[in-house]
């Protein structure tokens, strides 16, 4: 285990068994439609690459930039758009692929900003879900596991740029951000 890390959280083998759940779910819902995935960078990355190869259909697959953090674990509700979709969106149904969702402030904005390109559909698949620090009504449509109020590292998830290769969901030590 790393040494930042306080106790893990959720294994590889539970990770897998997570990203197998929800990709059988896409796999029905999205059957016979057009859609395009679209993974929010960074922390989508490993999870989206587990993800979509358990997705039996044919899709796009795409990426955008997005963040309303610096390197405080707090949300700062300003959300930006550094890489934009590459792929058309008019008329298609699009799957958002998130790491995790806080506030849902980064979510809320990229899922209205993709309606009001015509997007046939907006829908969103975090691994990890806050509820309890939810700051409008998002409500995702696939959600790998809600997880207590802490902040956790791996699997493409980061504190300050760090830990993202970490192949568990570990916490971090409060000595780490202290
Ligand atoms: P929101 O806009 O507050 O929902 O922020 C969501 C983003 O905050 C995620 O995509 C992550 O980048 C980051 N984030 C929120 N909680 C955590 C955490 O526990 N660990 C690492 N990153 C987090
Ligand atoms: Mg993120």
């Keep these: 285990m790393h040494k930042d890390v306080e106790y893990v ?6 990770i897998e068994n997570i990203v197998n759940r929800l990709a059988k779910q896409i796999e029905k819902d999205y059957n016979g439609r057009e859609f395009v995935v679209v993974g929010l960078l960074k922390g989508c990355f490993v999870f989206m690459t587990d ?3 358990k997705i ?4 796009a697959i795409d990426f955008m930039v997005a963040s309303s953090y610096g390197s405080s674990t707090k949300s700062s509700g300003d959300v930006t758009i550094s890489k934009d979709m590459s792929v058309p969106i008019e008329g298609k149904d699009i799957l958002i692929v998130e790491d995790i969702i806080d506030t849902g402030n980064t979510l809320e904005f990229i899922a209205n900003y993709l309606k009001a390109k015509k997007a046939k559909s907006v ?11 939810r700051v409008n009504s998002l409500v995702p449509e696939y959600i790998g596991t ?14 300050d740029e760090k830990y993202r290769n970490l192949p568990y969901i570990g ?6 951000y202290s």
Excluded at 56 to 59: A, I, K
Excluded at 171 to 176: A, D, H
């Design 56 to 59: 039996n259909l044919d899709f």
């Design 146 to 159: 809600t997880i207590p109020d802490e902040f956790i590292v791996g699997y493409g998830l980061d504190y």
């Design 51 to 53: 993800l979509v190869r």
């Design 9 to 14: 959280l959720y294994s590889e083998k539970d």
């Design 171 to 176: 916490v971090l030590k409060p000595s780490v």
């Design 123 to 133: 829908r969103i698949c975090t691994l990890f879900d806050k509820p309890q620090h």
